[in-house]
């Protein structure tokens, strides 16, 4: 019976996330996945109440309590610019959850664990250790904390893969000669690897290494879920292991680079802003920028994490209702990776009430972009970069992008002309017709709006 | 291997598959709820760390209980609310087109 409970919170979940395949259905999606959980709770509970130990249901108690209060903090308090490192935190909790459940299944049996178990012990040690300080380095680069930029490792890739081997080799010592000893070296080298693995992969490469630690957090309930052989845990785990798997692999396509590129290897081109700069640019003011966009007759809005950062989610939406109540056509055209995770802009649009059928993605944009009279780009550089279709030196070649260049007319929304993430310079932005507006993006949008309003 | 491991793999690779065809198809636009949500279900690690708290003798297992629990209490609860929060900002507006 228990564990039929335990089948049913996780067919649940699967209902729950079949929800999330359409934005209508979304939030009943999410609230059934959470009444699977509800249930998994209640059930494991129940089944433990014949315990009699008052002292550990007062840790069980303390922790659903503590925990419980500091997520609903973190879940009201969140602002959606900051949603990147919220689940970048989650990611660390999860993971670090699977590998505490771990720990205590190590102490509880001196090490002495059947074969099986002990292997599921050693894999949910080590990648929920990893999640947990690889989230952690994940989050400070995301909120500023540790620099966003790419840092040089010593050694590279090859001392995190000298890492990975220690650790593979200390799990199997522990598993093998019943070893606590080796289990925390291997809990100690993981928690290194974490650190070494994600502190060297700059900021524009998050949307890849969040997705990739979703996953880790998964896989590391999965095998939690072997060690006490609950099925709830295990299909859970497995289909966040998947989520984050399938978000990974369109990340990395949507950049055109493979997985363990951007893992392991630097990227980018060395341009600086001396560098370029000295080519005749257009530049425009806010009444050019208000003249271009009121007499379009369609708009295409792209935005970039320089709308995050600038907060300017709700000043583009304003300056769109003013186009839309002139007549003018507007839509939203947003590429996979722009921000810091997947669905990022997506999600600081909807903020703003943006209809959710007006966002479209590289595939429904491409071919619009030439019946498009203006695009506004705002924050944006490298998945506009027409480089990567027609320069085959440069280190984005191939990438797909959005193809902004097919519009009448371009205008950018930049603070300077200093290159993107890739290091690399923007052909478009001195086109002929192109208009640089050199500003902070909410700033210069609220600008445009008011020279709008007095045209 | 025993019987119930056996089962578990079959367990995690059926899960698997139906995860990946289900989750295949949420649209771009629901990427970050996704991943919020899908930080939620990790949480069901919860379970493996009540046992685990309920069950442990001596006090490295409880703070260890403690911690698990709590980490994990963190992405059950902050997981669903901040994903409910955000879902609920999706909305088509009708006309103005």
């Known amino acids: 019976m228990v564990e039929l409970a335990y089948l049913a919170a996780g067919v649940l979940f699967i209902v729950g996330l079949k929800g999330l395949t359409s934005p209508k259905t979304a939030r009943r999606g999410i609230r059934i996945a959470a009444l699977g959980m509800f249930l998994a709770i209640v059930v494991v509970v129940v089944n433990l109440l014949g315990l009699d130990a008052s002292y550990a249901w007062g840790v069980v108690v303390g922790g659903v309590v503590v925990g419980g209060s500091i997520g609903a903090f973190l879940a009201i308090r969140v602002r959606m610019t900051e949603m990147p490192q919220l689940v970048a935190a989650f990611n660390g909790f999860g993971g ?4 505490l459940v771990a720990a205590a299944t190590v102490v509880g049996a001196n090490a002495v664990l059947p074969a099986e178990t002990a292997i599921v012990t050693a894999l949910s040690l080590g990648i929920g250790t990893v999640t947990l300080t690889g989230s ?13 930029r790419q840092v040089f490792l010593p050694g590279g890739a090859a001392t995190n893969g000298v890492i990975a081997l220690a650790i593979v080799v200390a799990a199997g010592v522990g598993v093998v000669a019943e070893s606590s000893t080796a289990y925390w070296v291997a809990f100690g080298l993981a928690a290194i690897l974490g650190v070494t693995a994600v502190l060297p992969i700059g900021g524009a490469d998050m949307p890849v290494v969040i997705s990739l630690l979703n996953s880790l957090s998964g896989i590391a309930a999965a095998m939690a879920g072997f060690i006490i052989n609950n099925q709830a845990l295990i299909v859970g785990g497995a289909l966040v292991g ?4 399938i978000l990974t692999i369109e990340m990395a396509v949507a950049m055109n680079r493979s997985i363990a590129s951007i893992l392991f290897t630097q990227f980018g081109g060395g341009a600086t802003a001396e560098d370029i700069g000295t080519k005749p640019v257009n530049r425009a003011t806010a009444d050019d920028v208000a003249i271009a966009l009121a007499y379009a007759e369609s708009v295409m809005i792209v935005p970039g994490y320089g709308l995050a950062v600038a907060q300017a989610q709700h000043a583009v939406k304003d300056l769109a209702n003013a186009l839309e109540e002139r007549g003018i056509k507007v839509t939203y055209a947003i590429h996979p990776v722009a921000g810091r995770m997947p669905g990022h802009m997506n999600v600081l649009l909807a903020e703003s009430d943006v209809s959710y059928d007006l966002l479209l993605d590289l595939e429904q944009a491409n071919p619009r972009f030439s019946q498009t009279d203006v695009v506004l780009i705002v924050g944006a550089n490298d998945v506009v970069n027409p480089s990567a279709k027609n320069d085959p030196t440069s280190p984005i070649y191939g990438m797909p992008i959005l193809n902004v260049d097919d519009a009448k007319t371009t205008i950018v929304i930049k603070r300077s002309l200093s290159p993107g993430f890739a290091g690399i310079d923007n052909p478009l932005f001195y086109e002929d017709s192109t208009l640089m507006y050199f500003a902070d993006a909410k700033k210069a949008l609220e600008d445009a709006l008011v020279a709008i309003n007095l045209l | 291997m025993s019987d119930a491991f056996i089962q578990g793999i079959v367990v995690f690779v059926l899960a698997a598959f139906v995860g990946f065809e289900v989750i295949a198809k949420v649209p771009r636009t629901l990427h ?9 279900i990790s949480g069901i690690t919860i379970v493996g760390a009540i046992i685990v708290a309920a069950v442990g003798t001596g006090w490295v297992a409880a703070v260890l209980g403690f911690f698990a629990v709590t980490l994990a209490m963190i992405n059950v609860v902050g997981g669903f609310l901040v994903t409910d929060r955000m879902l609920e900002m999706f909305k088509k507006i009708p006309g103005r087109r």
């Not at chain 1, 670090?96 to 590998?99: D, E, F, I, M, T």
């Not at chain 2, 970050?32 to 939620?40: F, R």
Request: proline share 3%; charged share 5%; hydrophobic share 55%.
């Open chain 1, 242 to 245: 998947a989520a984050g798997m």
């Open chain 1, 96 to 99: 670090g959850a699977s590998a």
């Open chain 2, 32 to 40: 970050t709820p996704l991943m919020s949500g899908a930080n939620a």
């Open chain 1, 136 to 148: 952690f380095v994940a989050f400070g680069k995301l909120q500023g904390l540790i620099s966003g």
